[in-house]
């Protein structure tokens, strides 16, 4: 009979000391919390607008919201739709180009694929594949329904490596590259060297400026003998492609008109589609992304062409957003692209679903190790996992956090329209992290 007192006192410690850890973990979340909200009301983060969102995935509900429901410029965020897109469209290698072979004559067109002697990738099979083959060589354009710049793109951008065009057989990367070593200029591919008019050195160090519309380079070479290398895009055409797959492959290739790709095609394919992806997200390549937005159009519909992809991606798998993205690129250079920092965090729920966590973490930057992320969060353990988004006045981080309790949480800070030096938005956005690492 005595056992029964002693078993009543038992459980109610075992209470009383569930209900001391659960008042202590809702007191430290609010403590974490309140810190949260003043540090988004720091003078530097109002001179513009800001929102975050945070999602625990255990608890399945967000559990922070800031503005979480206001559209913000989401600058290079916008890669991770094209990344989703990819992964529910794309297999696991990329199409190098389709070709058919009638008579002795091999006729090929291209897919979007832009890895083919980009010197951000390793050679292709594709490059190997047109040298060895014995049949006469004509190349068909498909229908392509792009300008080469995207929709809301600054116009005086075009001499940026960054603004390279997109096009349905890109090569080089579509730009060129200039190495620069004092008064001596290296180019590549070296179809243009006899393309560039020179000046004067100057004190600024080297500049290159393309004419705006035709391909001509003025360089003017820097004082002293400082290295550079510079990549300006050229402008595309069929024409010049044919140029520079002639003085490449040393053969002579034929330009056919353009066609829709026959059905009897068959397919070379290059690279893993994982090695665009790693580029696009970690290091925020927007050809990469523009022509990967192209590829899933191709995989579609047979046809290149962007608005195309970006209307079917939100009709069949992006209707359940809390609220609708205004997505209009693949790369994010478009001040037209609207994200709310809700949607970014559902976004990445469904690519948490669809990729493998030590694989995904691998493929974005991380904070202190790699890709756009690697000047922050500097000597500490990898805990951020995130993609990038920044353009003049707009800056933004969406992704994953490791808490010290090894809890991931999902999270899309969005800064719009701030005048302060984006340096100190990042830095407020690493102070937001490090209050939220302590989230138990």
């Known amino acids: 009979m005595k056992s029964r007192p002693i078993f009543q006192s038992i459980c109610t410690a075992w209470l009383l000391l ?7 973990s809702c007191s430290g979340s609010k403590k974490i919390f309140s810190s949260l909200e003043k540090e988004l009301d720091v003078p530097a983060l109002n001179t513009g607008f800001n929102g975050l969102a945070v999602y625990d995935p255990e608890l399945d509900r967000m559990i922070f919201e800031h503005n979480s429901s206001k559209h913000f410029t989401p600058a290079s ?56 083959r014995s049949e006469n060589l004509f190349f068909q354009p498909v229908p392509f329904n792009d300008p080469p710049l995207g929709p809301g793109w600054a116009w005086d951008d075009y001499n940026y490596g960054f603004s390279a065009e997109k096009d349905q057989f890109p090569i080089y990367g ?86 829709k790709i026959s059905e009897e095609k068959k397919v070379v394919f290059s ?35 962007s608005k195309t992809a970006i ?40 690519i948490k679903n669809e990729v493998p966590q030590k694989e995904l973490f691998s493929l974005l930057p991380t904070g202190g190790r790699s890709g756009t992320l690697k000047k922050q969060f500097k000597n500490q353990e990898p805990f951020v996992f995130a993609k990038t988004g920044s353009m003049s006045n707009n800056y933004s981080l969406s992704g994953f956090l490791r808490t010290k309790q090894g809890k991931i949480l999902i999270f899309s800070i969005m800064n719009s329209n701030f005048t302060v030096p984006s340096s100190e938005i990042r830095t407020r956005t690493e102070q937001l992290l490090e209050i939220l690492r302590d989230y138990k």
Do not use: C
């Open 174 to 259: 579509n730009t060129v590259r200039f190495i620069v070593s004092g008064n001596d200029l290296k180019v590549q591919p070296s179809i243009f060297q006899d393309s560039i008019t020179y000046n004067p050195a100057s004190k600024s160090g080297p500049n290159i400026k393309r004419e705006l519309h035709r391909n001509q380079f003025s360089f003017t070479p820097g004082m002293g003998s400082e290295k550079d290398t510079l990549e300006i895009p050229f402008l595309t055409s069929n024409r010049l492609l044919i140029q520079l797959l002639q003085d490449t492959l040393q053969r002579k290739i034929v330009l056919l008109p353009e066609k």
């Open 311 to 350: 209307n079917y991606l939100k009709m069949e798998f992006l209707d359940d957003l809390p609220d609708e993205v205004k997505w209009v690129d693949g790369s994010g250079l478009s001040r037209y692209n609207l994200a709310t920092p809700r949607s970014m965090v559902a976004l990445l729920k469904k």
């Open 271 to 305: 690279i893993p589609t994982d090695s665009l992806y790693k580029r696009m997200l970690q290091e925020s390549d927007n050809l990469v992304a523009e022509q990967l937005l192209l590829m899933v159009s191709q995989k579609l519909t047979d046809t290149l062409s």
């Open 18 to 24: 569930l209900l001391l850890l659960i008042t202590g």
């Open 77 to 132: 965020n916008i890669k991770l739709l094209t990344f989703y897109a990819g992964i529910k469209t794309l297999v696991d290698s990329v199409p190098g180009i389709f070709y058919r072979v009638s008579g002795d004559s091999l006729i090929f067109s291209g897919t979007g694929d832009p890895s083919f002697l980009n010197p951000k990738f390793p050679g292709s099979p594709v490059l190997d594949f047109l040298k060895d």
